[in-house]
């Protein structure tokens, strides 16, 4: 039995980003297939098409627990206890993954060697650095034609402003892909086909560069070519540092296909060597240790209804210290209350499992009965402590909505408050105001198609929106602030959020401008805190 330092040491939990269509689904399914999670490629679906992320939802009513969209999926390797945790791709759902990132310890970067770096890879990848995590690029479809790999290293260091180490180097691209050689071994792996592409592990052999047999096998020009490419990288800047890496400033780079399998296992054999531990996390006293044996979580997402016939909601907890065993009781902070952690469940590639443990770094999924929020703790410390929140991002968009049937008043109420505490929505309303119309804020649009979607279908309500002007939103910090005694522009509109707090929702940056020149006492912020 290997003990409780052990078990959370040997624990690695990262998220995977990437523009759509780069290969995070097939690369996630051939990192599952490696830890022996599942025998055969095939059986994790990738979604598809321009709505992807709103028939993923549609999509989950139906297969939820199959879909890797589902959170999170755990499989063993080489002694590793490895989590992965799925983003979705879609930049509406950007604050999403933002969360996700909050309960991951590292990231992976996957790129489309003939695309290079893509509009949604900037995006993600700015959201990785403000949590200032480790970044692990692999570099995807070398077996269709691609980009010169120094152009690609170039425009990641150039577009993305972090500096790149190359862990492995490609032998040739699309029908001449041979295989990678690995920079710290001084190896070639080049692979060889056997039995249906992709769907088994690749076979490798192993073989020093400037082996005459090798010309044979890559082809004389391919050889001379890396030999030439690794003489270059050997004497250009590129230096490997681990600290930079630990700190999101570089980013061990390799190359592969997914596909085929090509450079999948020695990109995961790298990663798990490079990426740290569980982290320790910041909270009200001070950085937690995860090899404390006190247990503490956080709460950082939440998905309601993932069983129709039961109407449950799924909080999904990162452990940040301790262990977690089934019927534990946990105080919870921020509701103040013991509460018994009757049922952890976790996924396991294609089975939604009950967990009786689980260790610091792990997610599970416990069960909600409605109370948990985004950001809330859970411990059994005997001096509860809170782990710093996670910021909302400000909405972008807003909507005035209403039901259609006003019978329906009270699971309109429940469907727009459950679906706010997820963090997908944030519902405000006029000063003093009841629940007959919510303004909806959002950071992308999308969000309102889900939130249509998904209060017809799971609480049966129709609803009517209308697209309200608002571009900006800032909550009053100032907290005897009366906001109708504030000289405003007159697009200024005061509202206030569920938990009472007043803000402005503005059209224009020049209307914020505005109001603090003509209110001097205020003190406005872009964060609800
Ligand atoms: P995503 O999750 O990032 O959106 O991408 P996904 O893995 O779904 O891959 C998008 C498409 O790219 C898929 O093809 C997939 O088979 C293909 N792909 C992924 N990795 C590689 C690779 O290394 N080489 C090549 N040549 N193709 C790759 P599709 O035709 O859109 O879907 P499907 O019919 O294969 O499911």
Same mark, same amino acid.
């Given at each position: 039995?290997?003990?409780?330092?052990?078990?959370?040491?040997?624990?690695?939990?990262?998220?995977?980003?990437?523009?759509?269509?780069?290969?995070?689904?097939?690369?996630?399914?051939?990192? #599952?297939?490696?830890? %022996?999670?599942?025998?055969?490629?095939?059986?994790?679906?990738?979604?598809?098409?321009?709505?992807?992320?709103?028939?993923?939802?549609?999509?989950?009513?139906?297969?939820?627990?199959?879909?890797?969209?589902?959170?999170?999926?755990?499989?063993?390797?080489?002694?590793?206890?490895?989590?992965?945790?799925?983003?979705?791709?879609?930049?509406?759902?950007?604050?999403?993954?933002?969360?996700?990132?909050?309960?991951?310890?590292? /990231?992976?970067?996957?790129?489309? /060697?003939?695309?290079?770096?893509?509009?949604?890879?900037?995006?993600?990848?700015?959201?990785?650095?403000?949590?200032?995590?480790?970044?692990?690029?692999?570099?995807?479809?070398?077996?269709? !034609?691609?980009?010169?790999?120094? !152009?690609?290293?170039?425009?990641?260091? =150039?577009?993305?402003?972090?500096?790149?180490?190359?862990?492995?180097?490609?032998?040739?691209?699309?029908?001449?892909?041979?295989?990678?050689?690995?920079?710290?071994?001084? +190896?070639?792996?080049?692979?060889?086909?056997?039995?249906?592409?992709?769907?088994?592990?690749?076979?490798?052999?192993?073989?020093?560069?400037?082996?005459?047999?090798?010309?044979?096998?890559?082809?004389?020009?391919?050889?001379?070519?890396?030999?030439?490419?690794?003489?270059?990288? @050997?004497?250009?800047?590129?230096?490997?540092? #681990?600290?930079?890496?630990?700190?999101?400033?570089?980013?061990?780079?390799?190359?592969?296909?997914?596909?085929?399998?090509?450079?999948?296992?020695?990109?995961?054999?790298?990663?798990?060597?490079?990426?740290?531990?569980?982290?320790?996390? !910041?909270?009200?006293?001070?950085?937690?240790?995860?090899?404390?044996?006190?247990?503490?979580?956080?709460?950082?997402?939440?998905?309601?209804?993932?069983?129709?016939?039961?109407? @449950?909601?799924?909080?999904?907890?990162?452990?940040?210290?301790?262990?977690? $065993?089934?019927?534990?009781?946990?105080?919870?902070? =921020?509701?103040?209350?013991?509460?018994?952690?009757?049922?952890?469940?976790? #996924?396991?590639?294609?089975?939604?499992?009950?967990? +009786?443990?689980?260790? /610091?770094?792990?997610?599970?999924?416990?069960?909600?009965?409605?109370?948990?929020?985004?950001?809330?703790?859970?411990?059994?410390?005997?001096?509860?402590?809170?782990?710093?929140?996670?910021?909302?991002?400000?909405? $972008?968009?807003?909507?005035?909505?209403? =039901?259609?049937?006003?019978?329906?008043?009270?699971?309109?109420?429940?469907?727009?408050?459950?679906?706010?505490?997820?963090?997908?929505?944030?519902?405000?309303?006029?000063?003093?105001? %009841?629940?007959?119309?919510?303004?909806?804020?959002?950071?992308?649009?999308?969000?309102?198609?889900?939130?249509?979607?998904?209060?017809?279908?799971?609480?049966?309500?129709?609803?009517?929106?209308?697209?309200?002007?608002?571009?900006?939103?800032?909550?009053?910090?100032?907290?005897?602030?009366?906001?109708? /005694?504030?000289?405003?522009?007159? !697009?200024?509109?005061?509202?206030?959020?569920?938990?009472?707090?007043?803000?402005?929702?503005?059209?224009?940056?020049?209307?914020?401008?505005?109001?603090?020149?003509?209110?001097?006492?205020?003190?406005?912020?872009?964060?609800?805190?």
């Amino acid at each position: 039995m290997e003990n409780f330092i052990e078990q959370i040491d040997k624990r690695r939990t990262f998220a995977i980003i990437s523009h759509p269509d780069a290969g995070k689904t097939t690369l996630t399914e051939k990192l #599952l297939l490696y830890g %022996g999670a599942i025998q055969q490629a095939g059986i994790v679906k990738g979604k598809k098409g321009a709505r992807a992320a709103v028939s993923d939802w549609m999509e989950i009513e139906k297969q939820r627990g199959i879909s890797v969209t589902s959170s999170v999926l755990q499989f063993r390797y080489n002694g590793y206890c490895v989590n992965i945790l799925d983003t979705p791709g879609h930049q509406d759902f950007s604050e999403d993954t933002y969360r996700t990132l909050m309960a991951a310890d590292s /990231a992976v970067m996957v790129i489309d /060697a003939a695309k290079g770096v893509e509009n949604q890879t900037k995006k993600l990848f700015k959201v990785c650095t403000m949590r200032g995590i480790p970044i692990f690029t692999f570099i995807n479809k070398m077996d269709r !034609d691609a980009q010169n790999p120094f !152009d690609l290293l170039e425009e990641i260091e =150039q577009v993305l402003g972090i500096e790149t180490y190359p862990m492995n180097w490609p032998i040739g691209s699309g029908k001449e892909f041979k295989g990678v050689y690995d920079r710290n071994k001084k +190896e070639i792996l080049a692979f060889q086909h056997s039995g249906k592409v992709g769907q088994q592990q690749a076979e490798k052999i192993e073989a020093q560069l400037g082996d005459p047999g090798l010309d044979e096998l890559l082809t004389k020009s391919l050889h001379d070519t890396l030999s030439e490419d690794i003489e270059l990288l @050997d004497g250009a800047a590129y230096e490997f540092n #681990l600290d930079k890496v630990r700190h999101g400033m570089l980013t061990p780079v390799f190359f592969g296909s997914a596909l085929t399998n090509f450079g999948v296992e020695p990109f995961l054999a790298d990663f798990l060597r490079l990426s740290p531990p569980p982290l320790p996390r !910041d909270s009200s006293a001070g950085p937690i240790d995860p090899r404390r044996e006190d247990f503490s979580a956080f709460v950082f997402k939440i998905q309601a209804n993932m069983n129709k016939a039961h109407r @449950d909601r799924i909080a999904f907890i990162r452990i940040c210290s301790g262990k977690f $065993e089934r019927g534990m009781d946990v105080f919870h902070v =921020q509701g103040g209350k013991k509460v018994k952690l009757a049922q952890g469940t976790q #996924l396991m590639a294609s089975e939604r499992e009950i967990v +009786e443990e689980a260790y /610091a770094g792990d997610i599970i999924g416990v069960f909600d009965p409605g109370i948990f929020s985004i950001g809330d703790t859970l411990t059994t410390a005997k001096t509860p402590f809170a782990f710093a929140g996670i910021p909302t991002f400000a909405p $972008e968009h807003f909507s005035r909505v209403s =039901q259609v049937d006003t019978m329906k008043r009270k699971q309109f109420v429940k469907g727009m408050e459950q679906i706010a505490q997820e963090g997908a929505i944030q519902i405000f309303k006029e000063l003093g105001g %009841g629940m007959e119309e919510v303004i909806v804020g959002v950071v992308g649009v999308l969000q309102f198609e889900v939130l249509e979607y998904r209060l017809k279908n799971e609480y049966n309500v129709d609803i009517r929106m209308q697209n309200l002007p608002y571009s900006f939103i800032r909550w009053i910090e100032n907290e005897d602030c009366d906001p109708k /005694a504030l000289n405003l522009t007159s !697009d200024t509109r005061r509202v206030e959020d569920f938990k009472g707090r007043k803000l402005l929702l503005f059209t224009n940056a020049w209307s914020i401008t505005w109001a603090e020149e003509h209110n001097k006492e205020l003190r406005l912020s872009e964060v609800g805190r």
